[in-house]
């Protein structure tokens, strides 16, 4: 059973920063690829940033570009997301996912295993 546990949102100032952390559990993950979605009230979820199996592929959103960047630890099985430049449109709740890959899926239906979701909040 594969499970994801994200932490680290929180309320943050726009221009602040946070770190959200994904730890991942239940095999081996070194053939998975690791993302992080979002999801504001009322909208769909939507695609943030992406690591490769090997870790040496990244992709992003164009509107995170820049301000985000995904990382990983195959150590700790963790996955993290480092937020900068923090804007009020970047509120949301934030998805962890994993799926066995070697590119680096970015739609939503391509991940079958899902964390429980961490708010994140940035206030004007």
């Known amino acids: 059973q594969v499970q994801l546990v994200e932490s680290g949102g929180g309320l943050v100032q726009a221009g602040g920063s946070l770190r959200l952390s994904c730890a991942a559990s239940?095999?081996?993950?070194?053939?998975?690829?690791m993302a992080w979605f979002r999801q504001a009230p009322g909208q769909e979820r939507e695609f943030v940033a992406v690591?490769?199996?090997?870790?040496?592929?990244?992709s992003y959103a164009d509107s995170v570009k820049g301000r985000f960047t995904i990382s990983g630890d195959n150590a700790k099985y963790t996955v993290y997301l480092q937020m900068n430049s923090l804007k009020p449109e970047d509120t949301a709740i934030y998805y962890c996912?994993?799926?066995?890959?070697?590119?680096?899926?970015?739609?939503?239906?391509?991940?079958?295993?899902w964390g429980q979701g961490t708010q994140v909040t940035v206030s004007s």
């Open positions: 690591l490769s199996s090997n870790g040496a592929r990244t």
């Open positions: 996912a994993a799926r066995p890959a070697v590119w680096v899926p970015t739609k939503y239906s391509e991940y079958p295993y």
């Open positions: 239940g095999r081996t993950f070194s053939n998975y690829a």
